[in-house]
């Protein structure tokens, strides 16, 4: 996976930034992800393409400082999401957007292994997409976005989102230039869990379709690009 401008992967500048245009570009193998089954679309964010889910396939990378906000006095996340198709309802597990645990249950309620995770559960009304994170003592619903096949207002209508774990306790998600804020309770661990994008390991991945014959479930198309993390 290829580094663009603004973060070209040099010592100064750690931290991955993903923009999906294809496999076979990366000089920076260190911090490469892995690719399996991957689709693209023409549709994006920034640059040609931007990587699709229909529930096959997924991305994944052994773990890494930049990928945890454990012993960072700020970590952030930051990527742009587009729902193309929504999946059928009703939806009883919980997709993975970008994770690093496996979650089980239906959001806010569930249990978690991991660190932290970004999940997408399809919802007539209400929140769809939640932002999970582990610690010590508890896990930690932090904050839920109701976000659907209409409600993004970037370029070529994605989604702009980005979640930060600050000094303190603070968390704070950006969407769509809607800030929102909540603490957590517990004290941050560094966890052994690989960064998977488009596969929740506890549920579902990204555009999978569930239930059982004849009750299966179309599970959508889902866009993400521009992924990237940074600390301070």
Not at 30 to 41: A, C, I, P, V
Not at 172 to 197: C, F, P, Q, R, S
């Amino acid at each position: 996976m290829v580094f663009k401008k603004g973060n070209p992967g040099c010592p100064c500048c750690p931290c991955p930034c993903y923009y999906f245009e294809g496999s076979g570009k990366d000089s920076f193998g260190n911090k490469r992800l892995t690719e399996s089954g991957t689709l693209y679309s023409t549709t994006s964010s920034q640059g040609s393409q931007s990587a699709k889910f229909t529930g096959s396939s997924y991305f994944q990378r052994e773990r890494h400082p930049c990928f945890s906000p454990y012993g960072h006095t700020t970590w952030t996340i930051s990527f742009d999401l587009k729902i193309v198709d929504e999946p059928e309802l009703v939806q009883s597990q919980a997709m993975g957007l970008i994770t690093r645990g496996a979650w089980d249950g239906n959001p806010p309620a569930g249990t978690m292994s991991g660190e932290w995770a970004i999940i997408y559960e399809h919802q007539e009304t209400g929140n769809t997409v939640y932002f999970i994170l582990k610690t010590d003592s508890t896990t930690n619903a932090l904050h839920g976005l109701a976000l659907n096949d209409s409600s993004g207002t970037g370029t070529s209508g994605f989604n702009t989102i980005s979640w930060t774990i600050g000094t303190g306790t603070a968390s704070k998600v950006v969407a769509n230039g809607e800030e929102y804020t909540n603490n957590y309770v517990g004290v941050l661990e560094y966890g052994n869990d690989d960064l998977y994008i488009g596969n929740n390991t506890g549920g579902l991945k990204l555009g999978e379709t569930s239930g059982e014959f004849p009750d299966i479930l179309y599970g959508g198309e889902i866009l993400i690009d521009n992924l990237c993390f940074s600390v301070t």
